[in-house]
Protein backbone atom coordinates (compact mmCIF):
# COMPACT_ATOMS: atom_id res chain seq x y z
CA UNK A 1 0.00 0.00 0.00
CA UNK A 2 2.98 2.27 0.98
CA UNK A 3 4.53 1.31 -2.35
CA UNK A 4 1.40 2.48 -4.23
CA UNK A 5 0.88 5.94 -2.37
CA UNK A 6 4.86 6.12 -3.12
CA UNK A 7 4.05 5.85 -6.82
CA UNK A 8 1.19 8.06 -7.29
CA UNK A 9 2.96 10.77 -5.67
CA UNK A 10 6.03 10.55 -7.95
CA UNK A 11 4.36 10.54 -10.75
CA UNK A 12 2.03 13.68 -9.47
CA UNK A 13 5.57 15.33 -9.48
CA UNK A 14 7.45 13.96 -12.97
CA UNK A 15 4.48 13.88 -15.24
CA UNK A 16 4.04 17.46 -14.79
CA UNK A 17 7.38 18.48 -15.01
CA UNK A 18 7.86 16.91 -18.10
CA UNK A 19 5.01 18.27 -19.32
CA UNK A 20 5.86 21.27 -18.52
CA UNK A 21 9.15 20.60 -19.97
CA UNK A 22 7.90 19.88 -23.06
CA UNK A 23 6.80 23.31 -23.60
CA UNK A 24 9.30 25.14 -22.58
CA UNK A 25 11.67 24.27 -25.81
CA UNK A 26 11.09 27.32 -27.55
CA UNK A 27 12.03 29.35 -24.70
CA UNK A 28 15.86 27.20 -24.26
CA UNK A 29 16.99 27.93 -27.85
CA UNK A 30 18.73 31.55 -28.06
CA UNK A 31 19.22 32.37 -31.70
CA UNK A 32 22.95 33.56 -32.58
CA UNK A 33 23.75 31.89 -29.73
CA UNK A 34 22.30 27.70 -29.62
CA UNK A 35 23.76 25.60 -31.99
CA UNK A 36 22.96 22.35 -33.42
CA UNK A 37 23.93 20.61 -30.41
CA UNK A 38 21.57 22.71 -28.55
CA UNK A 39 19.07 21.60 -30.37
CA UNK A 40 19.76 18.07 -30.81
CA UNK A 41 19.41 18.21 -26.54
CA UNK A 42 16.31 19.37 -26.47
CA UNK A 43 14.63 17.85 -29.47
CA UNK A 44 17.35 14.57 -30.43
CA UNK A 45 18.80 14.11 -33.31
CA UNK A 46 16.92 14.86 -36.78
CA UNK A 47 15.92 12.70 -39.66
CA UNK A 48 17.65 14.74 -41.93
CA UNK A 49 20.44 17.09 -40.97
CA UNK A 50 19.54 20.06 -43.01
CA UNK A 51 19.63 23.70 -42.20
CA UNK A 52 15.64 24.18 -41.71
CA UNK A 53 14.50 21.83 -39.18
CA UNK A 54 11.20 20.42 -38.28
CA UNK A 55 10.37 19.04 -34.94
CA UNK A 56 7.02 17.76 -33.96
CA UNK A 57 6.10 17.05 -30.63
CA UNK A 58 2.91 16.67 -28.28
CA UNK A 59 3.20 20.43 -28.10
CA UNK A 60 3.20 21.76 -31.12
CA UNK A 61 5.88 22.56 -34.18
CA UNK A 62 9.22 24.14 -34.31
CA UNK A 63 10.25 25.37 -37.20
CA UNK A 64 13.94 25.66 -36.67
CA UNK A 65 16.63 27.63 -39.49
CA UNK A 66 20.61 27.65 -39.38
CA UNK A 67 23.08 29.76 -40.05
CA UNK A 68 25.05 27.93 -43.50
CA UNK A 69 28.25 30.06 -42.43
CA UNK A 70 27.90 31.68 -45.27
CA UNK A 71 27.15 35.76 -46.18
CA UNK A 72 27.21 37.22 -49.25
CA UNK A 73 25.76 38.69 -51.69
CA UNK A 74 27.00 36.36 -54.81
CA UNK A 75 24.56 33.82 -55.62
CA UNK A 76 24.17 31.41 -58.46
CA UNK A 77 21.49 30.00 -60.13
CA UNK A 78 21.91 26.68 -59.42
CA UNK A 79 21.36 27.44 -55.59
CA UNK A 80 17.62 28.12 -56.56
CA UNK A 81 17.04 24.09 -57.29
CA UNK A 82 19.33 23.04 -53.71
CA UNK A 83 16.32 24.71 -51.74
CA UNK A 84 13.42 23.48 -52.18
CA UNK A 85 9.80 24.79 -52.35
CA UNK A 86 11.17 28.75 -52.34
CA UNK A 87 10.39 30.41 -55.35
CA UNK A 88 14.14 31.51 -57.18
CA UNK A 89 16.12 34.24 -55.68
CA UNK A 90 17.45 36.74 -57.62
CA UNK A 91 21.59 37.24 -58.37
CA UNK A 92 22.43 40.06 -55.29
CA UNK A 93 19.95 38.12 -52.79
CA UNK A 94 22.07 37.42 -49.34
CA UNK A 95 22.45 33.60 -48.83
CA UNK A 96 21.65 34.38 -45.27
CA UNK A 97 20.40 37.53 -42.94
CA UNK A 98 23.07 36.44 -40.42
CA UNK A 99 27.00 36.61 -40.17
CA UNK A 100 27.18 33.72 -38.00
CA UNK A 101 29.21 30.12 -38.00
CA UNK A 102 27.53 27.67 -39.45
CA UNK A 103 24.77 25.65 -37.30
CA UNK A 104 23.83 28.34 -35.10
CA UNK A 105 20.42 28.93 -34.90
CA UNK A 106 18.86 32.05 -37.04
CA UNK A 107 15.41 31.64 -36.29
CA UNK A 108 12.96 29.55 -34.14
CA UNK A 109 9.66 29.46 -35.29
CA UNK A 110 6.88 27.30 -32.67
CA UNK A 111 3.42 26.68 -33.76
CA UNK A 112 1.75 25.12 -30.76
CA UNK A 113 -0.91 22.40 -31.19
CA UNK A 114 -3.24 24.37 -28.81
CA UNK A 115 -3.37 28.18 -28.23
CA UNK A 116 -1.39 29.87 -24.86
CA UNK A 117 -3.07 31.90 -22.94
CA UNK A 118 -1.41 35.51 -22.46
CA UNK A 119 -1.67 34.95 -18.55
CA UNK A 120 0.18 31.93 -18.52
CA UNK A 121 3.55 33.56 -20.46
CA UNK A 122 3.45 36.66 -18.07
CA UNK A 123 3.26 39.01 -20.96
CA UNK A 124 2.33 42.78 -20.68
CA UNK A 125 1.24 43.13 -24.39
CA UNK A 126 0.88 46.94 -23.60
CA UNK A 127 5.01 47.15 -23.34
CA UNK A 128 5.21 45.46 -26.94
CA UNK A 129 5.10 46.84 -30.42
CA UNK A 130 1.59 45.68 -32.45
CA UNK A 131 1.26 45.25 -35.84
CA UNK A 132 -1.94 43.55 -37.35
CA UNK A 133 -1.38 40.90 -39.29
CA UNK A 134 -3.68 41.29 -42.24
CA UNK A 135 -6.76 43.93 -42.84
CA UNK A 136 -8.48 40.19 -43.82
CA UNK A 137 -7.57 39.09 -40.32
CA UNK A 138 -8.96 41.77 -37.52
CA UNK A 139 -8.09 40.00 -35.11
CA UNK A 140 -4.83 38.61 -35.50
CA UNK A 141 -1.41 40.73 -34.31
CA UNK A 142 1.83 40.18 -34.04
CA UNK A 143 3.43 41.48 -30.67
CA UNK A 144 6.90 42.04 -30.81
CA UNK A 145 9.76 43.05 -28.28
CA UNK A 146 12.99 43.74 -31.15
CA UNK A 147 15.17 44.21 -27.99
CA UNK A 148 15.03 40.58 -26.72
CA UNK A 149 14.33 39.17 -30.36
CA UNK A 150 10.78 37.66 -29.48
CA UNK A 151 7.60 37.83 -31.47
CA UNK A 152 4.00 36.65 -30.61
CA UNK A 153 1.00 36.01 -33.24
CA UNK A 154 -1.42 36.41 -31.32
CA UNK A 155 -5.21 35.71 -31.75
CA UNK A 156 -8.41 36.81 -30.05
CA UNK A 157 -11.18 34.43 -28.80
CA UNK A 158 -13.81 35.13 -28.27
CA UNK A 159 -15.81 33.22 -24.93
CA UNK A 160 -19.84 33.59 -23.78
CA UNK A 161 -20.85 33.67 -20.20
CA UNK A 162 -24.39 34.42 -20.07
CA UNK A 163 -25.20 37.43 -22.28
CA UNK A 164 -21.24 38.90 -21.85
CA UNK A 165 -18.75 37.95 -24.48
CA UNK A 166 -15.50 37.94 -23.59
CA UNK A 167 -12.39 38.94 -25.76
CA UNK A 168 -9.47 36.64 -25.01
CA UNK A 169 -5.67 36.92 -26.42
CA UNK A 170 -4.33 33.49 -26.66
CA UNK A 171 -0.71 33.45 -28.48
CA UNK A 172 -0.74 31.01 -31.88
CA UNK A 173 2.67 31.09 -32.68
CA UNK A 174 5.99 32.43 -31.12
CA UNK A 175 8.84 33.55 -33.23
CA UNK A 176 12.34 34.05 -32.39
CA UNK A 177 14.79 36.20 -34.00
CA UNK A 178 18.90 36.97 -32.65
CA UNK A 179 18.20 39.98 -30.04
CA UNK A 180 19.57 43.82 -31.13
CA UNK A 181 22.92 42.82 -29.72
CA UNK A 182 23.55 41.31 -32.19
CA UNK A 183 22.57 43.65 -35.15
CA UNK A 184 26.05 44.02 -35.89
CA UNK A 185 26.30 40.36 -37.21
CA UNK A 186 23.28 41.02 -39.72
CA UNK A 187 24.86 40.78 -42.84
CA UNK A 188 24.92 44.13 -45.22
CA UNK A 189 25.51 43.26 -48.88
CA UNK A 190 27.19 46.55 -49.49
CA UNK A 191 29.70 45.66 -46.62
CA UNK A 192 30.43 42.41 -47.13
CA UNK A 193 33.65 41.27 -48.49
CA UNK A 194 32.83 38.72 -51.47
CA UNK A 195 35.72 35.99 -52.00
Known amino acids: MKENLY ?70 KEWNSEIGGLPPLKEGTPLTDWNLPEWTVEKVYYLPSEGISISSLNIDLAKLRKTAESPHTPDIFTYTDATEGISYEVQYEYKQSGKRVRKIPMVSGITLLPATRYSNRLCQPSKTKLT
Open 7 to 76: CAALLLIVIPTVVLSQGLGWKTIRPAESTIVDVERIFGEPQAKDHYMRYERDDGVYFISFSNGVCTTKWK
